[in-house]
């Protein structure tokens, strides 16, 4: 009983994109057939129609031993679909779910594979205003998006001033982008891609900044005060370079570390300006905030255009998206559909 209408799970068998080592320590992905014996132990069995494409998965693909230990692995730190089995009253055959974060995709088999089996204290039920294949275009991406945009609007309110979001292109940013936009705010974007304006500016920013504009002469302790508040999702200069140009009492979010993990600043701008920086972390993100989350992300941050930030690829395409992710090419969301 599976309103989806989905594949048939014959013999116990379902396909999965599975990394594998080689003996020469290179990782290779490979969509293979796995048995429901394969899956760890859990309270809840959840056939999986959509999962998405996020970084954190790329470096699951590629070896990275401080995402995932051991392999072969199944990445995918996102996944939507029904529920098949479950040992747990609060869910039934049958129901909706969303599963993202915690250990999923990491050292669990994730969302790349058509069956997960997951804790019951892991998975929130599909809000009602979202479909299973909007909830992975948002996916934890945008639940990112909306954990900073709660973090960033709890102090700073349109009227303060523009805001700041950098890698405005990629799934975190674009999506930070829209929220910002819908809730009233003007959004100004960093982005290195000089084919992104159309892009961007329908997506409701305002002014578009290059990377090499926003970080050139930006070597001073403090700058200009531009920022009401910032959304970073890259780290590095970028991330140095907007807390410097945020104004008095304004907010930073970081989240992210694809251009570095290094942060290059003095105090100066948080004991002269009382800037704030917030960390923003999704994967111990309480579930009472995350059921909230996801409740707006299906209302009243939900944009009208989420479908235009989506490409939609199977299993089969994941091969060549990864790649792409790790150079910070792709652009919005990558949606994983699992039933073609
Ligand atoms: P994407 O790859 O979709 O987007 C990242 C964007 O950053 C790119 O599209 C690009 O945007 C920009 N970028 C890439 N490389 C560089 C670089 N070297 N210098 C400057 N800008 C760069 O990733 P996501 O949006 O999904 O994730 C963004 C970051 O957030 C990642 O580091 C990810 O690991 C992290 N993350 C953290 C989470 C948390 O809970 N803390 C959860 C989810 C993600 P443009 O071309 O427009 O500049």
Redesign the pocket.
């Given at each position: 009983m599976f309103p989806s209408g989905g594949f048939a799970l014959e013999n116990k068998i379902f396909k999965a994109f599975v990394v594998e080592e080689s003996d020469e320590k290179s990782f290779a992905g490979h969509v293979r057939k796995r048995n429901l014996t394969d899956l760890p132990e859990g309270d809840v069995t959840i056939r999986v129609n959509y999962s998405s494409l996020?970084?954190?998965d790329a470096l699951s693909a590629t070896g990275n031993r401080g995402v995932t230990k051991t392999y072969p692995h199944t990445p995918g730190i996102d996944a939507a679909g029904y529920i098949e089995e479950s040992s747990e009253g609060q869910f039934k055959a049958g129901d909706p779910v969303i599963c993202t974060s915690y250990d999923l995709g990491m050292n669990t088999p994730g969302g790349f594979g058509q069956v997960i089996r997951v804790p019951a204290d892991w998975i929130v039920k599909l809000p009602s205003g979202l479909t299973l294949r909007e909830s992975m275009i948002f996916g934890?991406?945008g639940f990112?998006a909306g954990l900073s945009v709660r973090k960033l609007t709890a102090s700073v309110k349109p009227e303060q001033g523009p805001v700041l979001v950098?890698?405005?292109?990629?799934?975190?940013?674009s999506i930070a982008v829209a929220i910002l936009a819908k809730l009233g705010y003007s959004v100004t974007a960093?982005?290195?891609?000089t084919d992104?304006e159309v892009f961007l500016r329908s997506m409701g920013v305002r002014e578009i900044i290059s990377?090499e504009a926003f970080t050139k002469d930006s070597s001073s302790p403090l700058l200009r005060p531009v920022w009401a508040g910032a959304i970073d999702?890259?780290g590095?200069e970028?991330l140095a370079t907007a807390i410097k140009s945020t104004m008095p009492l304004g907010v930073v979010t970081c989240?992210?570390?694809?251009?570095s993990p290094q942060l290059p600043i003095t105090v100066f701008p948080f004991i002269l300006r009382g800037v704030t920086l917030a960390g923003?972390?999704?994967?111990s993100c309480p579930m009472p905030i995350r059921k909230e989350l996801w409740g707006k992300l299906a209302d009243e941050w939900k944009f009208d255009r989420l479908e235009d930030i989506c490409t939609e690829i199977s299993l089969e395409a994941l091969s060549e998206k990864i790649p792409l992710?790790l150079k910070?090419q792709?652009?919005g969301r990558t949606v994983v559909n699992l039933e073609r």
């Open positions: 996020n970084y954190k934890t991406a990112t950098t890698g405005a292109t990629g799934g975190v940013g960093v982005s290195g891609k992104a990377r999702t890259v590095g970028f989240c992210g570390n694809a251009a923003v972390n999704s994967q992710i910070g792709l652009k």
